[in-house]
């Protein structure tokens, strides 16, 4: 199990944020570099201009908004307290903002078996590509002479993963058309049976993967024990305070089951939590 709380990070940005702007990204939670399942949840906070192109990606992604608001395309926004699936292979952008949020960003290899490049390989290929150029609101831009047939601005994202892969990326066919936004708020709370005091929003299943989104809030006292599952699950904590196997947890505190762990949940005061599972690889 993985247990890290956001407001012990004491302003130390650990996390590489290729795409440019003012934003700073704060590593929580992260897997195993090279494992189909890798992935890491970052907190991310927003204080000026960001933008982006548009673009895609060969893993996937959940953005849920804390605060404030979150650009993922003209005209399209996470509100507060809303969450957005982004497939793998599926475009959106760009993103064209000038607010201040918090959010949640959880990245995590796709179903077609991609993986995810962890940021310790991110942040070697960046330092390396900008020897040969620049990073520029999402885009790296080439200073020195190309052969021909190569790209002279590129993604920044394809930049990085085809300095690491020496090779051209290939993304899967998109499952689905574009980003899934759903709205919490909506949703009905259904009681857990036989945990008293503990309720669930089902916000989403995706792919034969399993990979699933939910919101659960418990009462103070409560508790709720967590089944094992063939992927990572992880949870974050919005609001309230309570522990998970024995250890301490508050508001913005992250954690993580690994594939066939098993933990109870017990809230000291009103807890509400979003609880993500991962694909399941087994």
Not at 93 to 116: C, K, M, N, W, Y
Not at 176 to 181: E, H, N, R, T
Request: hydrophobic share 35%; aromatic share 10%; net charge negative.
């Amino acid at each position: 199990m993985q247990i890290s709380h956001a407001d012990a990070f004491a302003g130390d940005v650990t996390s590489p944020e290729f795409r440019g702007g003012g934003k700073e990204f704060r590593t929580l939670l992260k897997g195993r570099d090279g494992e189909p399942g890798n992935y890491r949840l970052v907190y991310a906070r927003q204080t000026g201009a960001v933008s982006g192109p548009r673009h895609r990606h060969n893993f996937e992604q959940f953005r849920y908004c804390v605060s404030g608001r979150v650009n993922y395309g003209k005209d399209c926004w996470i509100e507060e307290g809303e969450i957005a699936y982004f497939p793998e292979g599926a475009w959106y952008g760009p993103e064209e903002s000038d607010v201040e949020r918090l959010a949640v960003t959880i990245q995590f290899g796709g179903p077609s078996g991609h993986g995810f490049v962890g940021e310790t390989e991110q942040l070697a290929a960046m330092e390396e590509l900008k020897k040969a150029g620049v990073f520029e609101k999402g885009v790296w831009r080439r200073s020195d002479n190309p052969p021909e047939g190569v790209r002279r601005n590129q993604d920044s994202f394809e930049a990085i993963w085809e300095h690491i892969n020496k090779r051209r990326i290939e993304y899967p066919p998109p499952r689905y058309d574009a980003p899934v936004l759903a709205r919490p708020r909506n949703f009905a709370w259904t009681p857990v049976e036989g945990e008293p005091g503990v309720a669930r929003r089902a916000l989403g299943r995706f792919t034969e993967r399993n990979v699933e989104a939910a919101t659960m809030k418990l009462d103070p006292g409560a508790r709720t024990n967590f089944a094992v599952r063939g992927g990572e699950r992880l949870g974050f904590v919005l609001e309230g305070r309570g522990e998970i196997a024995g250890q301490g947890l508050r508001a913005h505190s992250a954690f993580a089951l690994a594939p066939g762990e098993t933990a109870s949940l017990a809230a000291s005061e009103a807890m509400e939590l979003l609880v993500v599972g991962l694909p399941e690889f087994a």
